[in-house]
């Protein structure tokens, strides 16, 4: 979903919601997700890096924050790093994680998160 959120593509659900778990339903109903998926700028994600371990997706959004994927394509845990150089954006960012809907540490000049074998960290990066 974080993929297709990035990429601004439809997102559809063609199970019955009355049967779902309520961690499924919380995936399928995060408004901060749903929101960088139908942001009104309309523009897809560009890819920063791809590598064999690693696929980092920016996607600038209508009011001047920008979305960005960390995805861990390996079998382990590791941590990513994405340098503002890399966005082509500078100075200090708020961060805001969208699947935890919680805020994170400002960060500056780079962002880094460790993430899961086959994961992703969604976050909002915004001044």
């Known amino acids: 979903m974080s993929r297709w959120a990035l990429m601004a593509a439809p997102l559809i659900f063609s199970g019955d919601m009355g049967r779902l778990d309520e961690f499924t339903l919380n995936i399928l109903c995060n408004s901060e997700v749903i929101d960088v998926d139908q942001d009104a700028l309309g523009k897809q994600a560009?890819?920063?890096?791809?590598?064999?371990?690693s696929l980092i997706l920016a996607r600038p959004?209508?009011?001047?924050?920008?979305?960005?994927?960390?995805?861990?394509?390996?079998d382990t845990l590791r941590t990513l790093t994405v340098d503002w150089d890399e966005l082509k954006i500078n100075g200090s960012?708020?961060?805001?994680?969208?699947?935890?809907?919680?805020?994170?540490k400002p960060a500056e000049n780079r962002y880094l998160s460790r993430v899961n074998a086959h994961g992703v960290v969604l976050v909002r990066l915004y001044r």
């Open 93 to 104: 960012r708020h961060v805001r994680d969208l699947w935890r809907q919680q805020e994170r």
């Open 61 to 74: 959004l209508e009011d001047g924050s920008l979305a960005l994927g960390l995805f861990n394509l390996g």
């Open 46 to 53: 560009v890819i920063v890096r791809h590598t064999r371990e």
